[in-house]
C-alpha cells in the first residue's frame, strides 16, 4: 500500500469575467508533500458536465461556465475521487485542501469556498468582492445593507453603523482581518473604523452562535476578510477609482499584491477619500463633508504545515456633522422639528468645521499557525489597537473650535492561542483562549468634563466547540464560553447625581475625595459571563437543507452604560448610564430553510431573540438648566423579546435575465414594560433585476427598488414641555418614525478593455434615481434634515 | 511543545521565539497600567450663573435677577430669583454671565461681548414690558448685553432671556429682537417670573 498523500493543493485562479456564461475556471492539482503537480487528474463541472485532465504541469482549465456555485468532481488514480462546492465569481480565489483520509476529505466542502464559513448550524451572508467593490466609495454600514436583515443606524450621510436583526452597537462584533476591532462602538454616532477596500469578503453571522470570536455578540458577528494570496509566482494589482455628483468627491483605492510558489506573500493597500456636502432633493446638507485616509500592509507566508502572517492597517477620517443637527435644548429641537428644512443651509463646501468628528485607528497583528500531523492546527496571535477619537464641537469662542471637546485613546493589547482538530470519524473539534489588556484615556485637555472616564480592563476568555457528522445528511455542532471582565475606573461624578441615585450608599468604597460639586470614584466592576451554543444541520437532497440554531449570549455593559453622566453635546441631550448594571444574556434561536438550484434559490429565516436585562437607551423627561430644558436620556435594562423574518431569493428568468428578492421583518418588545422597543428598524424589502451578457463587454444592468415601511411599533417618549418663546407648552415629537419611502437605484458595467493582462471596467451609479425626499427612522438626522437625494456615480476598474 | 520536536529545528526555533515575543509583549502591556488619579476637568464652557441688573433710569435702588446652577447639567435644579419691577418705569439692563464653579468666577459675558457678531440675546415677555438693545457689535447690529426695559401697568409675567449662538443677524426682524428668524444655536435660555406693581 503506498502511503502517499493525495493532498491536493488547488488554487484556482478565476479569471475575472462579469456576471456571463464565459467565466473560465482554471486551476493547479498539486501534491502537498512534495509539490509536485499531479497529472492526469480528471476535473468535472458536475452540473454543465464539462470534464478536463490536468496537464504536465497539474494545471486545468474549463472555459464557458457561468457564474455561480458549482460542484467540483476531482479524481486521480492514486487519491479518492471527491466532489467539492466552488463558486464561480469573479476573480475569487479558491485554495483547496485535500487530504487523503475520506472524514477529513469532507472538510474540503467546507473549505472549498474561498472563505469558510464559521459554523454549519448557523447563516453566514456575504459580500463578494465584486459586491464589495461597488460601495468602494461609502462605508461598512451602507454596504451591509444589502444583506436580508441588516440595516444601519445613521447619524447623516457619512456616519453608518450595521444593525443585524435590531440589535447594533455593542451588540455587534467585527472580526477585522481576525482582530476584533475594539473601536469605541458604544457610541452610536461611531462608525466602524474600517476601510472597506481592504476587505476581499465581508460577512454577516446574524447572532452569536460563532463562540471562538466572542461570547457577547448577542446581535451578530461582522467579518471582514482579506484576499487570499495563490500560491504562485505573481504580481498584480487592482485600482478602483470612483467620482460622485453627490458630495462632489471621488475616491481612490489600490493594492498590490506579491505571491510566490514558496508561499510567501505581502499585499500593500491603500486608500483616498474626499467629499464635500452632501445634498437632499432640495437643499446643501451643509458640513457634511469627510476626508479618509488608509493603508495597510501586510506579509508574511503559508506553507500548508505552518505560516505566519504580519498586518498592520491605519484608518483615519475626518467626518463632518450637519451644522444644523448642533443645537441647545428641546427649544432648538422644537424649532428645527416645526422647521421644513434645516436651520442652518449654506453654500456647498469642501471645508469641514465644528461641529466634526476626528478618528484614527491603528491595527497591528502577528500570527503564527502551525499543523501538527493528526492532531490539528495551532494558531498563534497577538494584535494591538490604538483608537484615538477626536470630537470638535462649535465652542463659544469660535477659535477655540479647533480643541476638541472629546479627545479619547482606547489602547488595546490582545493575545489568543486557538487549536483546531482534525477531523476524526466526522468528529471535530476547536479549543481557546484569549487574553485581552485594554486602557483608556480622556484627555482632560479638553476642558469638557469627561463622556467617557479614564479606565483600564482585562479580559480573559476560553471557549471550546465541536462538531459532529452523523451521516452525509446531519450534522451537530456545540460550544460554550467563559470570559471573565475586570474594569478598573476613575471617574469624577457630578455629587448631586451620585447621592441622588444612592450611589453614595450601594458603593461608599468607590468614594475617593470630593470636589466642589464632583466627586472622585475609584469603580472597580468584575464581570462573569457565560456562553453557548448548539445547532443542526439537516439536508434533504443537494438542494435543500434546514439549519436550527440556539445561541446563549452574555454581554456585560460597555462604558457609555455604566458611566455616562451629563450633556453629550453632539446628541444635544443628558445621558446617564447606571453603575449598578450587570449583564444581558440573550436566548436565540434561529432557524433557516435554503434551497439551492441553478433556476430558483431561497432561504427563509426566522429567529426569536429573548433577552433578560437588555440595556436600553431612552428619554425619560426633560431637565431645565442655563441653556434651556434638555431631554434626559436614561439607561435602564428591561426584558426584551426580538423577532423577526429574513427572507431570500433568486430566480433565473431567462438566460440573461435574474431577478433578487428580499425581506426582512423584526419586532422588538420591551416585555417588562409592555412596549415596543426603541429604534427597531422597519420592515423591508429589497428587489433587483438584473440583467448580464457575455457579448458587449460583459454588460451588466441592474435595476433596484427598496421599499422601507413605516415603523408604526415605536415607544412613545413625547412630552409636553413649556416652550418660553411662544409661551405656550407644546408636544415635542421626537418618537414618532417618519413615512415609508421607496427608492430606485440604478446600475450598469461594461469592460472598456479586456487583454490577458489587463481589464479596464466601467462602472455607472445612480441611486435614488427619482431623487425621491423622505428620512428613515434610523437616523439620528431624521428630526434636522431630509435623506440625500438622486446621486450619479462613475467608477472605473483596473485589474493588472 | 512536544509536537514541534518531531518537526523542523527552524520552525520549532520560530514558534518558540514567537511565542516568548507575544507572551512578554502582553504581559508588558498589561503591567504598563498607570493607576495615576486623572486630574479633574472643570467645565470651561460652563456657565452657572446669569444676573440681569435693571438699574431704574430715575434713580432708585438696582435689582437683580438671579440665576444660578451649579452642577450645570447634574440632577440639582437651578435657584432662580426674582424681583419686583416697579410700573412705568424704565431700567436700564446689563446682563453677567458666570462660571462660578472656578475660583474666581470666570465672567463669560466677556467672551460674548469678543464674538457679538456672532451672538445676540432676545427678550420675550408677557407682562407688557418692551426691551430695546443698546448696545452694537462691530457691524452695528446689537448683541443686547445692554438693553432697556419700559414696565407699563402692574401685572405678572415672565421675562425670557435667550442667547443665540451664530444667529443671522441680516434675517427679518432679528435685529429689531424678533427672535423668530434668527436661527443659530441656543446657549442661554431662562425665565423670570416677574411681577410688576
Known amino acids: 500500500m503506498h502511503n502517499y498523500s493525495c493532498w491536493l493543493f488547488l488554487l484556482l485562479g478565476i479569471s475575472a469575467v462579469g456576471q456571463n456564461c464565459q467565466s473560465t475556471l482554471s486551476g493547479k492539482t498539486i501534491d502537498f508533500h512534495n509539490n509536485s503537480p499531479l497529472i492526469g487528474a480528471t476535473v468535472i463541472v458536475v452540473g454543465p458536465e464539462k470534464a478536463t485532465l490536468t496537464d504536465l504541469n497539474g494545471n486545468f482549465t474549463i472555459k464557458g461556465l457561468c457564474d455561480g456555485t458549482y460542484r467540483l468532481q476531482i479524481s486521480h488514480p492514486e487519491c479518492l475521487t471527491k466532489t467539492l462546492s466552488v463558486k464561480i465569481d469573479g476573480e475569487t480565489f479558491v485554495e483547496i485542501h485535500l487530504e487523503h483520509h475520506i472524514d477529513q476529505l469532507e472538510k474540503v466542502v467546507v473549505k472549498g469556498n474561498a472563505f469558510e464559513n464559521a459554523l454549519k448550524s448557523a447563516d453566514e451572508k456575504r459580500l463578494s468582492s465584486k459586491e464589495i467593490a461597488r460601495y468602494s466609495a461609502g462605508s461598512l454600514g451602507d454596504a451591509l445593507k444589502k444583506i436580508s436583515g441588516v440595516s444601519s443606524l445613521n447619524t447623516g450621510s457619512t456616519i453608518s453603523k450595521p444593525v443585524i436583526q435590531g440589535l447594533s452597537g455593542s451588540r455587534i462584533l467585527i472580526m477585522n482581518h481576525g482582530t476584533r476591532m475594539q473601536a469605541q462602538e458604544w457610541g452610536a454616532e461611531h462608525a466602524p473604523n474600517v476601510d472597506i477596500n481592504s476587505a476581499g469578503s465581508i460577512s454577516v453571522i446574524k447572532g452569536a452562535a460563532a463562540l471562538q470570536y466572542g461570547g457577547d455578540a448577542v446581535g451578530g458577528i461582522i467579518k471582514i476578510e482579506p484576499e487570499r494570496v495563490p500560491r504562485i509566482d505573481s504580481l498584480y494589482g487592482k485600482t478602483l477609482f470612483s467620482a460622485a455628483r453627490n458630495g462632489r468627491g471621488a475616491s481612490l483605492t489600490s493594492s498590490l499584491t506579491k505571491s510566490y510558489k514558496n508561499g510567501w506573500f505581502a499585499v500593500l493597500q491603500g486608500t483616498l477619500k474626499r467629499f464635500g456636502d452632501f445634498e437632499t432633493p432640495e437643499y446643501v446638507l451643509s458640513n457634511t463633508g469627510f476626508s479618509e485616509k488608509d493603508a495597510s500592509f501586510r506579509f508574511g507566508f503559508d506553507k500548508y504545515t505552518h505560516g505566519l502572517e504580519a498586518y498592520y492597517s491605519y484608518f483615519h477620517s475626518e467626518l463632518g456633522i450637519l451644522s444644523a443637527s448642533h443645537l441647545g435644548g428641546i427649544e432648538d429641537l422644537f424649532r428645527a422639528l416645526e422647521s421644513e428644512k434645516p436651520l442652518i443651509i449654506r453654500d456647498f463646501t469642501y471645508k469641514i468645521d465644528a461641529p466634526k468628528q476626528e478618528v484614527s485607528h491603528h491595527l497591528a497583528k502577528l500570527k503564527y499557525f502551525k499543523r501538527f500531523k493528526n492532531w490539528g492546527k495551532l494558531t498563534l496571535q497577538y494584535d494591538f489597537q490604538q483608537n484615538h477619537r477626536l470630537e470638535f464641537d462649535r465652542r463659544r469662542d469660535s477659535e477655540d473650535n479647533v480643541r476638541p471637546a472629546i479627545d479619547l485613546t482606547l489602547k488595546t493589547h490582545s493575545f489568543s492561542a486557538d487549536f483546531e482538530l482534525n477531523k476524526i470519524n466526522g468528529f471535530e473539534g476547536k479549543i481557546g483562549i484569549v487574553g485581552r489588556y485594554q486602557d483608556n484615556y480622556s484627555n482632560p485637555e479638553t476642558g469638557v468634563k469627561r463622556l467617557i472616564p479614564d479606565y483600564w480592563q482585562l479580559d480573559f476568555g476560553g471557549y471550546a466547540i465541536a462538531s459532529y457528522d452523523f451521516n452525509e445528511k446531519i450534522s451537530a455542532e456545540a460550544g460554550f464560553r467563559y470570559d471573565f471582565s475586570h474594569i478598573d475606573a476613575y471617574k469624577y461624578y457630578a455629587t448631586s447625581l451620585w447621592e441622588k441615585r444612592n450611589y453614595d450608599e450601594i458603593f461608599p468604597e468607590f468614594e475617593v475625595k470630593e470636589y466642589g460639586t464632583q466627586l472622585l470614584t475609584h469603580p472597580k466592576l468584575d464581570f462573569h459571563a457565560f456562553s453557548a451554543t448548539a445547532g443542526i444541520n439537516y439536508a434533504f437532497d443537494e438542494d435543500w437543507k434546514l439549519l436550527f440554531n440556539y445561541s446563549l449570549a452574555s454581554r456585560i455593559p460597555n462604558p457609555s452604560e455604566l458611566f455616562s453622566e451629563g450633556l453629550h453635546h453632539s446628541a444635544s441631550r443628558i445621558e446617564i448610564g447606571d453603575l449598578r448594571f450587570g449583564k444581558e444574556t440573550a436566548n436565540k434561536f434561529s432557524f433557516s430553510l435554503h434551497k439551492q438550484s441553478e433556476v430558483f434559490s431561497f432561504s427563509l429565516s426566522p429567529y426569536i431573540n429573548l433577552i433578560d436585562d437588555f440595556m436600553l437607551l431612552e428619554p425619560i423627561g426633560a431637565r431645565k438648566t442655563i441653556r434651556g430644558s434638555f431631554y434626559v436620556w436614561e439607561y435602564r435594562q428591561t426584558n426584551a423579546r426580538l423577532f423577526g423574518m429574513d427572507f431570500d431569493a433568486s430566480v433565473k428568468l431567462a438566460e440573461q435575465l435574474r431577478s433578487e428578492h428580499s425581506f426582512s421583518i423584526v419586532k422588538g418588545k420591551d416585555v417588562s414594560q409592555k412596549k415596543a422597543l426603541i429604534h427597531i428598524p422597519p420592515a423591508n424589502t429589497l428587489n433587483r433585476l438584473i440583467y448580464s451578457t457575455e457579448k458587449m463587454g460583459n454588460l451588466r444592468i441592474a435595476l433596484e427598488s427598496k421599499y422601507v415601511f413605516e415603523q408604526n411599533e415605536f415607544p412613545n417618549n413625547n412630552f409636553e414641555i413649556f416652550l418660553p418663546v411662544s409661551q405656550a407648552t407644546e408636544t415635542v415629537d421626537i418618537s414618532t418614525p417618519p413615512e415609508a419611502y421607496h427608492l430606485l437605484n440604478f446600475y450598469a458595467g461594461i469592460d472598456l478593455t479586456k487583454t490577458k493582462n489587463y481589464r479596464l471596467r466601467l462602472g455607472l451609479d445612480i441611486t435614488n434615481l427619482f431623487n425621491k425626499k423622505y428620512r428613515a427612522y434610523l437616523n439620528r438626522q431624521r428630526y434636522y434634515a431630509d435623506n440625500l437625494g438622486r446621486n450619479f456615480a462613475l467608477r472605473l476598474n483596473l485589474n493588472y | ?197
Open chain 2, 1 to 197: 511543545m512536544k509536537f514541534i520536536k518531531k518537526e523542523n529545528d527552524n520552525f520549532q526555533k520560530i514558534a518558540k521565539t514567537g511565542l516568548l515575543v507575544l507572551t512578554s509583549a502582553f504581559f508588558a502591556a498589561c503591567s504598563s497600567d498607570d493607576d495615576s488619579i486623572p486630574e479633574i476637568i472643570n467645565e470651561e464652557e460652563l456657565i452657572t450663573t446669569m444676573k440681569v441688573s435693571l438699574v431704574p433710569e430715575n434713580g432708585g435702588e438696582t435689582l437683580v435677577l438671579n440665576f444660578q446652577d451649579l452642577d450645570g447639567d447634574g440632577s440639582n435644579e437651578p435657584i432662580i430669583d426674582s424681583e419686583i419691577l416697579a410700573a412705568n418705569t424704565i431700567y436700564s439692563g446689563t446682563i453677567l454671565l458666570l462660571n462660578e464653579t472656578t475660583d474666581p468666577a470666570e465672567n463669560s459675558t466677556l467672551e460674548v461681548a469678543e464674538e457679538g457678531e456672532a451672538h445676540q440675546f432676545f427678550y420675550s415677555n408677557n407682562a407688557g414690558m418692551i426691551t430695546n438693545y443698546t448696545d452694537e457689535d462691530s457691524n452695528g447690529n446689537p448683541i443686547g448685553i445692554n438693553f432697556s426695559l419700559e414696565t407699563s401697568a402692574a401685572t405678572s409675567g415672565s421675562l425670557t432671556i435667550i442667547l443665540r449662538h451664530e444667529p443671522n443677524k441680516s434675517a427679518e426682524g432679528v435685529t429689531d429682537g424678533n427672535i423668530e428668524n434668527a436661527g443659530g444655536e441656543t446657549d442661554i435660555l431662562v425665565t423670570f417670573p416677574i411681577t410688576v406693581e
